[in-house]
Every structure is written in structure tokens, then in C-alpha cells.
């Protein structure tokens, strides 16, 4: 069965960084564009960044665009979203979602989340 | 970017209600709309795909409808499993995915 599994999530201070990874098993990782959404405390999703199956194509959101980066490693079925000059409204659960077809569609699977904290 | 405006932000409904949430985007979309359920604590789960496809394995009480700007998400006969939160999601191919506010349902 198609898993995604998060993992890198936690406490940072402002201006920080932190990276997290999403390990994908059950399918094939290597053919499917992959993104990242974000839900912070007691609000609505929010898209983060798209990476396409073999990583020739990324788009960011404009409220991470030069501060986040999305990649991955079809060898390893991970996922990963290096995250720099954290900032408070950075704070969120972050999910790791498969697209079904294409590069952007309908998000058929998603991880559990992991949570970042930016606070000092 | 495209707007995704949804409402109710929330509504209560009685169990066996018919309960109807709309989404309204700010420029043509055709039917690439989707429709998720997100229960507290949980990653949201796709239950329609491009505007009137029910996932598999998604019970009948939900169907879902429009095109263009306009769409309308249902469910028949209210349950109190369906008690979350509804989002609609849109995925033109020239501009960034985004989500509508979401709407959550309660049992009145």
C-alpha cells in the first residue's frame, strides 16, 4: 500500500533551518510529481512547492520562494523540502502528497505531517 | 494566482440533512476541481476529483458538480462520521494550486 512518512519536523528559531524528508513506499516514487502543503495551527491548507517526477521542473509558492527548496532522490524514494531563514508564519504541520497524474491534479495520498515550530 | 472562494466557513445540520457547500473561483477553471474531507488530527483525504468523480471507495452520499467558476459539493443524508472539515482545491495548469477556505460541518 502507498505510504508517505514525514520526518525532520520540530522546534527552530527564527532565521533558522531545517529539512525534512518524506519517505515514499508502495509505488513507484520515480515516476510521479510530488509536492508539499502546509496547514498551520487551526487554519486551511496551503501549497507550498511541486517537484516533478524526475526533478526537471519545480514551482514555489511566492511565500517561500527563495528561502525553501524542494528535491528528491528517486534511488532513495525520498522527498525532502530544505527549509532556511525560517520565520514565525512558517509555523505549520507539513504534508507530503502525491499527485495523481501530471504535475499538478488531485492529491490522491498523503503523509500524516509533520509539525514545525519557529519561535524563539 | 486563482482565488478559491468557498462557503459556508461552517454550518450545522442535523443528521439525514442534505448539506450543500459551494466553491467559487476567480477565473475559469473548466471541471479541475477537487473536493477533500479533513477530520481533526488527520491529513485530508480526496473525495472528488475534476469537479464529479468520487474517489473510490467514497460513499454515494457525496457527489459534487459545476464547471467554469462555479461548483457545488453535496452530501445526501447527513452522518456523524462526515463531521470534519471540507476543502476545494483547484489545479489550472498555468497557475500555483489553491485551496478554499474550508468549511466545517457539525451535527446540530
Known amino acids: 500500500q502507498v505510504q508517505l512518512v514525514e520526518s525532520g519536523g520540530g522546534v527552530v528559531q527564527p532565521g533558522r533551518s531545517l529539512r525534512l524528508s518524506c519517505a515514499a513506499s508502495?509505488?513507484?516514487?520515480?515516476?510521479?510529481?510530488m509536492h508539499w502543503i502546509r496547514q498551520a495551527p487551526g487554519k486551511g491548507l496551503e501549497w507550498v512547492a511541486l517537484?516533478?517526477?524526475?526533478?526537471?521542473?519545480?514551482y514555489y509558492a511566492d511565500s517561500v520562494k527563495g528561502r525553501f527548496t524542494i528535491s528528491r532522490d528517486n534511488s532513495k524514494n525520498t522527498l525532502y523540502l530544505q527549509m532556511n531563514s525560517l520565520r514565525p508564519e512558517d509555523t505549520a504541520v507539513y504534508y507530503c502528497?502525491?499527485?495523481?497524474?501530471?504535475?499538478?491534479?488531485?492529491?490522491?495520498?498523503w503523509g500524516q505531517g509533520t509539525l514545525v515550530t519557529v519561535s524563539s | 494566482d486563482i482565488q478559491m472562494t468557498q462557503s459556508p466557513s461552517s454550518l450545522s445540520a442535523s443528521v439525514g440533512d442534505r448539506v450543500t457547500i459551494t466553491c467559487q473561483a476567480s477565473q475559469d477553471i473548466s471541471i479541475y476541481l477537487n473536493w477533500y474531507q479533513q477530520k481533526p488530527g488527520r491529513a485530508p483525504k480526496l473525495l472528488i476529483c475534476?469537479?464529479?468523480r468520487l474517489e473510490t471507495g467514497v460513499p454515494s452520499r457525496f457527489s459534487g458538480s459545476g464547471s467554469g467558476t462555479d461548483f457545488t459539493f453535496t452530501i445526501n443524508s447527513l452522518q456523524p462520521e462526515d463531521i470534519a472539515t471540507y476543502y476545494c482545491q483547484q489545479y489550472d495548469s498555468f497557475s500555483p494550486v489553491t485551496f478554499g477556505g474550508g468549511t466545517k460541518v457539525e451535527i446540530k
Open positions: 475534476d469537479a464529479s
Open positions: 508502495g509505488f513507484t516514487f520515480s515516476t510521479y510529481a
Open positions: 502528497v502525491r499527485v495523481d497524474s501530471g504535475i499538478s491534479g488531485y492529491f490522491d495520498y
Open positions: 517537484m516533478s517526477y524526475d526533478g526537471s521542473t519545480k
